[in-house]
């Protein structure tokens, strides 16, 4: 079983690569310099060398505020490159693995989203992802997996724990939005889970987060406390930072369709969040 890896030098690339090469599993990662899946003949010429079994996209363009000045890159990759890959996968019969967004709803629902309720992205970035999805449904009946994922943080810079450590070196005070929530989602989790449904031989699409639901001043506070830093939060409105992007109020996920699929009931973010801790995975 041979996997290829795009998007190598992001977070969750870096928790696959991790995983595989303790593991001894046989991969082959890709950077975008390596292989930007934009290019569509690149990626056909990539994949017909490389000819693996199973890939994993984790190439992605995830600026969120940036996405909403420049939608045209962002659909190239969210959007574009992904339909390329679904096409060389399913030339080739291999397996796609692609990780979607909650920011797909508009977080008006009362109560978790499952994975029947029906999108309706408020910004660029999250139709740009919705856009995708439909694009692998187009190109390829089966043999892939969507997960929709939510505020992904691991070891690296591009998370909101690390901005969050970053401010807390210049401020005393901070203030931290108690009206955007949703589910904190380490690396490590998705990176098990996935590799869980690949044995399981699941297909289709699911909401991959752990239990339970936060705001972003919620996670602040367990953050740094947690770390032992003392600082002064304080809960505000997230309009207050007039962002180009709209967040949903609300957009936590259900995890469980996939529970019950793989057959075990997941921890709640928190715990999750606290083992990310133990292990040293906070880059200060």
Known sequence: MKFLITGAKGQLAREFIKTFESSGVEFISLSKEELNIADFDGVFKTFREINPDIVIN????????LAEKDPTDTFKVNSVGVYNLALACRELGAKLIHYSTDYVFDGTKQGLYTE??????????????LLGEGLIKQAMEKSYLIFRVSWVYGEGKQNFIYK??????DKEVLQIAFNEVSVPTYTGFIVEKTLKSIEKGLEGLYHLVPRSYASRYEWARLALKLMGIKKILIPVQKEIFSLPARRPDFSAMSCDRIEKEIGEEFEEWDEVFKRFNTKGGIVV
């Open 116 to 129: 029947e309720d029906a999108p309706n992205p408020l910004s660029q970035y999250g139709r740009s992802k």
């Open 58 to 65: 984790c190439a992605a363009y995830n600026q969120v505020d």
């Open 164 to 169: 969050l450590l970053q401010w807390a070196k």
